[in-house]
């Protein structure tokens, strides 16, 4: 018998024997989305503790009792299909996930170097940069690229290994490569976005406590600004057994990995890599960490509340965010994307039992205050349009991209013909 993980793309399944899951599992118990990272406002106010007028409240607790279907036009009228060209130089493998750049759609996936596409026609263009050691080359994390865009600038930024990171701009030519000073923020489980000219880095406190949350790296200086000091202790190292790393982990498509700790006292923790915690919105940064249910607006020093999630009796009190008892009747908010008229969401309820975990989707209306939660990762488009499937980023003008199968999109495709990209305008 074999139990089945949706893996971090649009196409890639796990396969975990149950053999195997036995050493992982305690009482088939199993982590589903764990993140050690929740400080309740350095210098700001959290939400969730002290009720201000800055906070707008988003409410899940009272909207789980109704589940609605979800559709494009909650989010945008204008949703673009753009079915991405096949052939043997554009191979998209699995686990992909898409951004973009300008009029340029740019795909990682498994085993594949980053490859760009025309945003309007999905034509190939070409690939961006290889996969090695050379110069110009960069090694994939768990098999997958790492890469991130600077709209602003223009740019992509791939992660090439070590404290190194690679520069190409807007047609994916190669500019340049950047040695990280500081080699700590490089580290797989740190997040990470690029803003005109500036790479910002959160660090998770996991096992070790970094001095500081956030901190900024300006490329043209190569000075680090470290912008947000950490106040939250380190957990103590009690493993029940091996840490476990699965690649391609997780509901959320951006991830490539993820490690799971099993902790003394029936107790899990898991640390997703390239945690999409942190995203820019015009020239303002937000920061959302898992098990703390605000979203807060980042500048130097300050995190200064913005939006709150009411989850009532879901609610997980901070202190008991790796506890397997209890999790059943809690929400974990996997990530949240944000488009010009709302925010799209993903959270999980029994987020330790691996049978009976439920992961849910919601909307929050931006001007209206309305919350439509789903159980369906379906989004219905109206006019016959393919359904669209779960959303995997936002570009910083808001609009939302995520990959649908191409058999999905039109009957008489291949499976294995690249999927097609679908842009929420």
């Not at 400080?39 to 906070?55: A, I």
């Not at 923020?185 to 976005?193: A, R």
């Amino acid at each position: 018998m074999s139990c089945l993980v949706a893996a971090g793309g649009t196409r890639g399944i796990v396969h975990i024997h149950e053999s195997f899951l036995q050493d992982i599992m305690k009482g088939g118990m199993f982590v589903k989305s764990l993140f050690v990272a929740s400080f309740m406002g350095v210098v700001g106010v959290s939400c969730t503790e002290n009720r201000d007028d800055r906070c707008q409240v988003i409410d899940i607790g009272r909207n789980m009792e109704t589940m609605l279907r979800l559709n494009t036009e909650d989010i945008s009228e204008d949703v673009r299909y753009v079915p991405l060209e096949t052939s043997d130089e554009s191979l998209i493998g699995d686990r992909a996930y898409v951004r973009m750049l300008g009029g340029k759609l740019l795909v990682a996936s498994l085993n594949q170097p980053v490859k760009m596409f025309d945003a309007s026609t999905g034509k190939f263009i070409r690939s961006v940069g290889a996969i090695g050691n050379g110069p110009e080359e960069y090694v994939p994390q768990d098999g997958v690229p790492v890469f991130f865009v600077d709209e602003a600038a223009g740019c992509i930024w791939i992660k090439a290994g070590g404290n190194r990171m690679l520069r190409f701009d807007g047609e994916g030519l190669p500019v340049d490569a950047v040695t990280v000073a500081d080699s700590t923020i490089l580290l797989s489980g740190v997040s990470q976005i690029a803003v005109n000219g500036k790479l910002y880095f959160y660090q998770p406190t996991l096992f070790s406590k970094p001095a500081y949350k956030m901190s900024v790296y300006d490329v043209q200086t190569g000075k680090t600004d470290n912008w947000i000091p950490n106040d939250k202790e380190a957990v103590e190292m009690e493993l029940q057994q091996t840490p476990v790393l699965f690649g391609g982990y997780g509901s959320v498509p951006v991830v490539p990995a993820c490690h799971i700790f099993s902790l003394k006292g029936n107790r899990y923790a898991l640390s997703y890599q390239e945690d999409p915690c942190l995203w820019n919105y015009g020239d303002k940064i937000f920061l959302k960490e898992r098990f703390n249910d605000t979203i807060y607006t980042a500048s130097k020093g300050v995190l200064a509340p913005r939006y709150v999630f009411e989850l009532g009796d879901w609610h997980c009190p901070y202190g008991k965010r790796f506890d397997v008892d209890g999790s059943s009747g809690r929400i974990s908010i996997d990530y949240v994307l944000e488009g010009r008229r709302c925010l799209y969401f993903v959270f999980q309820t029994d987020y330790y039992n691996m049978r009976d975990k439920k992961t849910f989707f919601g909307i929050y209306d931006k001007e209206s205050g309305g919350v439509k939660i789903s159980d369906s990762d379906e989004i219905a488009s109206e006019g016959g349009r393919p359904v669209v499937r779960q959303l995997q980023t936002a570009a910083s003008d808001g609009k939302l991209l995520g990959l649908i199968p191409a058999s999905e999109y039109d009957a008489s495709r291949a499976e294995d013909d690249n999927p097609v990209a679908v842009i929420l305008y």
